[in-house]
């Protein structure tokens, strides 16, 4: 991993992928990044365990140590994304996290078996995605950019409702949707709005952090927050590696394979969401190859620690695409930050103590803005009927039949597990289907079609 000199030394390289900015100036823009994803890079870990302690209560899981290692990962992950080793790595602003992509399967998979069956079919499951991504130049032309477009806007329509469930307070909170929470979320987003109408230059990029701040401090004296989880945390802890013997069992390994397959549809549209919405460029070849296998491989060393799979953070694609903030210096000290938080245990209790509201007001727009980013790849694509009929038809179908789970009583249980609740699978599936199944239309055809609509 080689970060590059450069000495020029300026806010504004913050706007560039590569060049210094001053540390002091880089920090904020760095922890930003993973306040706005840091509870969320836990709960799948919680869920998973606590479904798999029920069922299996002769296993013993030590899950602070889990959320210490989850940090960790989380933080080597989006390391290499920003610096890559070898050809492991996308070479841009994208943070890795533990993915909710992988939920329903994980559960499945933890509580039908139990976790260290889980762990080998995480690792097995993340070689193969890695060593796809490896292979990317052989089969990135199947996926074309309107299928890329189609897979943005529905990641971002997909996580809508996770901003939303957070400004009421969280999913399963006792006070979801109370006055307070609303109140709390409110103040927040307007605190993010007003800093980045009033603020000048640079500043204004940091408009995320500041209703962070003004959020907890409102929580603190709302008595919003509990502080018991920084005085219990340790000062200092090592991560243990292999905390469990993985085990493999082939009917698993399917199991999550499948997920694997439609996380990595998911890693090309955030990926290609950084490049489109925060660099104004189409996703490079090398970088499809580099994100995928980063999001594999480091999913095995996940399972090595004990966790559920990583992948790309789609909180911190929209925060990308809102900020234009891409310089790769700058968001290091977010990977840095998770592994520090990994290795000083009250540094992430510190931030798992920041409200659901907080991060619904703060997060609400940011995820929007992937939704903007998907339309304008689409619009780039054309308004030819042809993209017009895959953009359409996966969109509705994709995100509607999610919408009524009950349409896949009839799917056998992996693929119903894959499909009933994931939009990204559906959309991706039907729109790389129809990609091969409608007809192209001849180059004069589309030419006259945009001259038409240009001129209109």
Excluded at 313 to 318: I, T, Y
Aim: hydrophobic share 50%.
């Amino acid at each position: 991993m080689k970060i590059e000199k450069n000495t020029d030394v300026s806010i504004d390289n913050i706007y560039k992928l590569e060049g210094r900015v001053p540390v002091s100036k880089a920090i904020p823009f760095g922890l930003q990044h993973v306040l706005a994803m840091f509870v969320s890079n836990l709960v799948p870990i919680i869920i998973v365990v606590g479904a798999a302690t029920k069922a299996h209560p002769e296993l013993e899981i030590n899950l602070p140590m889990l959320i210490q290692n989850a940090m960790l990962v989380a933080g080597l992950g989006s390391l290499i994304q920003l610096y890559p080793v070898w050809k492991i790595g996308a070479k841009l602003p994208v943070i890795m996290g533990v993915s909710f992509t992988f939920l329903a399967s994980l559960l499945y998979v933890a509580t039908t078996y139990n976790y260290p069956t889980m762990i080998g079919a995480v690792i097995v499951g993340g070689c193969i995605e890695g060593s796809l991504g490896l292979c990317a130049k052989y089969w990135r032309r199947f996926i074309t950019p309107i299928v890329s477009a189609c897979v943005v806007t529905t990641i971002g329509f997909s996580i809508l409702n996770v901003g939303a469930a957070s400004f009421g307070g969280g999913h399963g909170a006792a006070d979801f949707g109370s006055i307070q929470n609303l109140f709390v979320g409110t103040v927040t987003l307007v605190s993010c709005l007003l800093f980045n109408i009033f603020a000048k230059g640079f500043w204004k990029q940091l408009s995320i952090l500041f209703g962070l701040i003004v959020g907890y401090i409102l929580s603190i004296f709302m008595g919003k927050i509990d502080f018991q989880p920084i005085l219990d945390a340790n000062f200092v802890a090592i991560p243990h590696f292999l905390p469990f013997k993985p085990e493999f069992n082939l009917n698993a390994i399917i199991a999550l394979v499948v997920v694997f397959l439609v996380s990595a549809a998911e890693t090309i549209g955030d990926t290609t969401a950084v490049c489109v919405g925060g660099l104004g460029r189409d996703i490079t070849e090398r970088e499809v190859q580099g994100s995928l296998a980063c999001d594999g491989f480091l999913s095995a060393v996940s399972g090595l620690f004990g966790c559920t799979p990583i992948t790309s953070f789609s909180q911190n694609v929209g925060l990308v695409a809102m900020t234009k903030v891409v310089n790769r210096f700058t968001i290091m000290f977010g990977a840095l930050t998770l592994i520090l938080a990994a290795l000083f245990p009250k540094i992430g209790a510190f931030f798992s103590t920041l409200p659901e509201p907080v991060l619904g007001g703060c997060t609400i727009m940011m995820f929007g803005s992937i939704v903007v980013s998907g339309m304008n790849m689409v619009a780039r694509c054309g308004f030819t009927s042809r993209n017009t009929t895959i953009a359409a038809l996966s969109l509705s179908m994709g995100i509607g039949f999610t919408q009524v789970p009950e349409i896949f009583k009839e799917f056998p249980p992996l693929l119903r597990d894959v499909f009933s609740a994931n939009p990204v699978a559906n959309v991706f599936v039907i729109a790389l289907l129809l990609t091969f199944l409608l007809p192209k239309i001849k180059k004069e055809e589309e030419m006259e079609i945009a001259i038409d609509i240009e001129e209109k």
